[in-house]
């Protein structure tokens, strides 16, 4: 768990729903500079601050100056002042070719449920941008052979009886240093005494689980994460439990969270956003084609593995769904849909909304509906009145608005064309997805940790916590947690 601090000054604490203390923003937002309301108004300002940005080698930031768009046509920064968030090659050159493009307009409102109903977004897209029908025809097919590759990877599932369960237990392991800690217990960096490898080992207290009503949250954690399969999620290796807690074997994420990152580096260039978006946009298109609502992405849940590429944790909230069927009140007050924050039954577009508010905390450094009151924050959310930074391109600005939707017949990501009209949208234009999805691209940040060592310095230090589990008196919940 770590201390947000997206503003500077404030003593709010924010918490998730349903009762956990998550992000604890220690500071107010810094009023955003000159923002612009939806559309951009200042389009040639911005189209030459785009220029600014493609044409930097860049893609990094320091400790702990924010990163204004200036600062990324200048030398990175040294090692010592901060992390490096280094080139992506591929994304820079094809970061030139965007300039080429006319910028994409959004000066038009989005389209109404019936016109989008009516007529295809990417047509529309295509006809505002004034491209050719070869154009067309190229992006169509574009599109189809993306199809496939998502195709393949969505259909890797692990076999159902897919477990260890009863073959391991904690006495296999060597507790080592705190990662995290939860709601329910801690996350512990652990060694194999087997095969001498490292593993996080998130720890339940099977009393605190039951006393705050998520046990079926908890059972669907472990239900989801053990059959799920794909790059940019975290495996889960094993279950087991002792007398009175849960385990969870997890592969060891080296990098740390993208959480403590982004405060590093206040906010991140464009192209450093689009890389671990679409990472993300991989795995929520994963999830939701075999039916899982995630309900729970913010930086916090989003780790880097010792290569840099992300890796979500925390299923406590993911949800198997088939349509409109989940009615909890959950998540983290920043990241909520308006559907769920007005009750009404959700679905998997709650997702991509959290997307798109991802999206914008990654570019702006603070969530674009915070306020220190919670009450003003879901006001805020209701509303859905956007001030977008000034140096926000147009593109990104677009692609916000399409998920930012509070009609959810209108948000990206649960039209007709699901997340391929996220995918297609010319925000990414520049990004293989192909590569990104078989991890061959370069990152923009390698954590310097010594991998495969059990290096934990990418994580907060926190004071030892319990390690005398594997207790076996009196066991609790036996029947509740028969599963683990
Ligand atoms: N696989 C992992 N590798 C490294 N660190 C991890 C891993 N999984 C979790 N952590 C660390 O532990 C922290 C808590 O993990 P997680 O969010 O899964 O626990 P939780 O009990 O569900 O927390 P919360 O109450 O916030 O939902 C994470 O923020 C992260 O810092």
């Known amino acids: 768990m770590q201390t947000a601090a997206y503003p500077a000054s404030s003593t709010d604490q924010t918490s998730k729903v349903d009762g956990y203390m998550d992000r604890q923003p220690d500071g107010t937002p810094k009023s955003p500079p000159q923002e612009q309301k939806n559309n951009?108004?200042?389009?040639?300002?911005?189209?030459?601050?785009?220029?600014?940005?493609?044409?930097?080698?860049?893609?990094?930031?320091?400790?702990p100056a924010a990163l204004d768009e200036a600062t990324m046509s200048q030398p990175a920064p040294s090692a010592s002042e901060g992390p490096q968030v280094e080139s992506m090659q591929s994304m820079q050159e094809a970061g030139s070719a965007e300039q080429q493009q006319p910028s994409f307009s959004t000066d038009k409102p989005a389209p109404s449920s019936s016109e989008a109903s009516s007529r295809s977004t990417e047509t529309q897209q295509?006809?505002?941008?004034?491209?050719?029908?070869?154009?067309?025809?190229?992006?169509?097919?574009?599109?189809?052979?993306?199809?496939?590759?998502?195709?393949?990877?969505?259909?890797?599932?692990?076999?159902?009886?897919?477990?260890?369960?009863?073959?391991?237990?904690?006495?296999?392991?060597?507790?080592?240093?705190?990662?995290?800690?939860?709601?329910?217990?801690?996350?512990?960096?652990?060694?194999?005494?087997?095969?001498?490898?490292?593993?996080?080992?998130?720890?339940?207290?099977?009393?605190?689980?039951?006393?705050?009503?998520?046990?079926?949250?908890?059972?669907?954690?472990?239900?989801?994460?053990?059959?799920?399969?794909?790059?940019?999620?975290?495996?889960?290796?094993?279950?087991?439990?002792?007398?009175?807690?849960?385990?969870?074997?997890?592969?060891?994420?080296?990098?740390?969270?993208?959480?403590?990152?982004?405060?590093?580096?206040?906010?991140?260039?464009?192209?450093?956003?689009?890389?671990?978006?679409?990472?993300?946009?991989?795995?929520?298109?994963?999830?939701?084609?075999?039916?899982?609502?995630?309900?729970?992405?913010?930086p916090e849940n989003l780790l880097l593995d010792r290569f840099g590429h992300l890796k979500i944790v925390d299923f406590g909230f993911a949800k198997r769904v088939s349509t409109n069927n989940c009615f909890t009140l959950c998540g983290t007050p920043d990241y909520l849909a308006p559907e769920i924050i007005s009750l009404k039954p959700y679905n998997k577009a709650a997702d991509w909304w959290s997307l798109g508010i991802f999206i914008f905390e990654m570019l702006a450094g603070y969530p674009p509906f915070y306020s220190e009151n919670p009450m003003k924050l879901y006001e805020n959310i209701l509303e859905g009145n956007i001030s977008y930074p000034q140096y926000f391109s147009s593109s990104s600005i677009d692609l916000m608005n399409h998920l930012l939707q509070r009609d959810i017949t209108n948000r990206y990501g649960n039209l007709k064309d699901g997340s391929m009209d996220i995918i297609m949208h010319p925000w990414f234009r520049d990004i293989s997805w192909d590569k990104i999805l078989t991890r061959k691209i370069e990152v923009p940040y390698v954590p310097p940790i010594r991998a495969g060592m059990g290096d934990s310095s990418q994580f907060e230090a926190y004071a030892t916590g319990p390690t005398n589990y594997g207790g076996t008196e009196n066991p609790e919940f036996t029947d509740i947690f028969q599963d683990f």
Not at 43 to 63: D, H, L, P
Request: charged letters at 30%; one cysteine or more; aromatic letters at 10%.
């Open 126 to 298: 295509y006809r505002n941008t004034g491209r050719s029908a070869d154009n067309f025809r190229d992006r169509q097919l574009r599109k189809a052979r993306l199809v496939q590759l998502l195709d393949l990877q969505r259909k890797r599932i692990r076999p159902a009886d897919h477990t260890t369960k009863g073959r391991y237990g904690i006495q296999d392991f060597d507790c080592l240093q705190t990662l995290g800690t939860g709601s329910f217990g801690r996350v512990h960096l652990v060694q194999s005494k087997h095969n001498r490898l490292f593993y996080a080992i998130k720890v339940l207290e099977k009393r605190k689980v039951v006393d705050m009503k998520q046990v079926e949250h908890t059972c669907d954690e472990r239900h989801i994460l053990s059959r799920v399969q794909h790059p940019f999620i975290t495996i889960l290796w094993g279950t087991f439990q002792d007398a009175k807690n849960l385990f969870m074997v997890m592969d060891f994420a080296e990098g740390g969270e993208l959480f403590s990152l982004l405060r590093k580096c206040h906010r991140f260039p464009e192209k450093v956003a689009k890389f671990y978006a679409a990472e993300v946009i991989l795995a929520l298109d994963y999830l939701h084609h075999n039916q899982i609502v995630y309900r729970d992405l913010k």
């Open 40 to 63: 951009g108004s200042e389009q040639e300002e911005q189209k030459s601050v785009e220029k600014t940005n493609s044409s930097s080698n860049v893609y990094s930031s320091g400790i």
